[in-house]
C-alpha cells in the first residue's frame, strides 16, 4: 500500500457520459498529480495541484476537469467519454513540486 | 518543446547486467527520475539524479549528464521479477514528464 488512494478501482460505462474519479494522497503530502496511461502507452501527465490551488496543466481535454479539496483529496472529472479515454488514471502525491512522486494504484476506465 | 526517448524494449538473461539509456530535450530542468511499473500497476520510484553523477542503490545505479541531456538505468544481477517496463522521467518546473518507457524482458 502506498498511502495514495484511488477509487474506483474499475470504472465501466458508455459513450457519452461522465464519471468522477477520486483520490486520496498520502499523508502529509500536498502536491496531487493526475496522469493517463492508454495500452501500450507512456504516463501523459494531465494536470497538477498544490495545496488547493491548480500548479501546472498538461495535454487536459476541455472534457476534463480536477480541483482539489480543502482536506487535500481530489477529484478527476470526465465528461462526454468517448471510447479513446478508456485508460488507466493514476494518482500521485508528493511533499512538494519537485520531489518523488508516490503513485496510487490507478482507477481503470473502460468506455464502450 | 519537450521530448524524452528510450529504447521501446530491450532482453537481457537472468544474472547478466543491462543498461538502459534515456535522452531528454526540455524547456527546464529539475532532476530526473526513474521509475519502475510492471504490467497494470502503479509506477514505483527507483532513483532520483539532479546533479551529474552516479547514483547507486544496491542492484540499481542511475547516472546524468545534464550537458548531454542523458541518462541511464543500470541493472545489475538481473533476477526474473525485474522483468518490468522502466520509466526516464523530467521534472520540468512543476511538471513530471514521463518517457514511454522501456519494456524489459529477462530471461532464465
Known amino acids: 500500500d502506498s498511502g495514495v488512494t484511488q477509487t474506483p478501482k474499475h470504472l465501466i460505462t458508455a459513450t457519452g457520459q461522465r464519471v468522477t474519479l477520486r483520490c486520496s494522497p498520502r499523508?502529509?503530502?500536498?502536491?496531487v498529480y493526475w496522469y493517463q496511461q492508454s495500452l501500450d502507452q507512456g504516463l501523459q501527465f494531465l494536470i497538477q495541484y498544490y495545496n488547493g490551488e491548480e500548479r501546472a496543466k498538461g495535454n487536459i481535454l476541455e472534457r476534463f476537469s480536477a480541483q482539489q479539496f480543502p482536506d487535500l483529496h481530489s477529484e478527476l472529472n470526465l465528461s462526454s467519454l468517448e471510447l479513446g479515454d478508456s485508460a488507466l488514471y493514476f494518482c500521485?502525491?508528493?511533499?512538494?513540486?519537485?520531489?518523488?512522486?508516490?503513485f496510487g494504484a490507478g482507477s481503470r476506465l473502460t468506455v464502450l | 518543446g519537450q521530448n524524452i526517448d528510450q529504447p521501446t524494449e530491450m532482453t537481457a538473461t537472468e544474472g547478466a547486467i543491462v543498461q538502459i539509456n534515456c535522452t531528454y530535450q526540455?524547456?527546464?530542468?529539475?532532476?530526473l527520475f526513474w521509475y519502475q511499473q510492471h504490467a497494470g500497476e502503479a509506477p514505483t520510484f527507483l532513483s532520483y539524479n539532479v546533479l551529474d553523477g552516479l547514483e547507486e542503490k544496491g542492484r540499481f545505479s542511475s547516472f546524468l549528464s545534464r550537458s548531454k541531456g542523458y541518462s541511464y538505468l543500470l541493472l545489475k544481477e538481473l533476477q526474473m521479477k525485474d522483468s518490468a517496463s522502466y520509466l526516464c522521467?523530467?521534472?520540468?518546473?512543476?511538471?513530471?514528464?514521463f518517457g514511454t518507457g522501456t519494456r524489459l524482458q529477462v530471461f532464465p
Open positions: 499523508s502529509g503530502d500536498l502536491s
Open positions: 526540455t524547456s527546464g530542468f529539475n532532476g
Open positions: 522521467a523530467v521534472y520540468n518546473t512543476d511538471k513530471l514528464i
Open positions: 500521485a502525491s508528493s511533499v512538494t513540486g519537485a520531489n518523488v512522486l508516490t
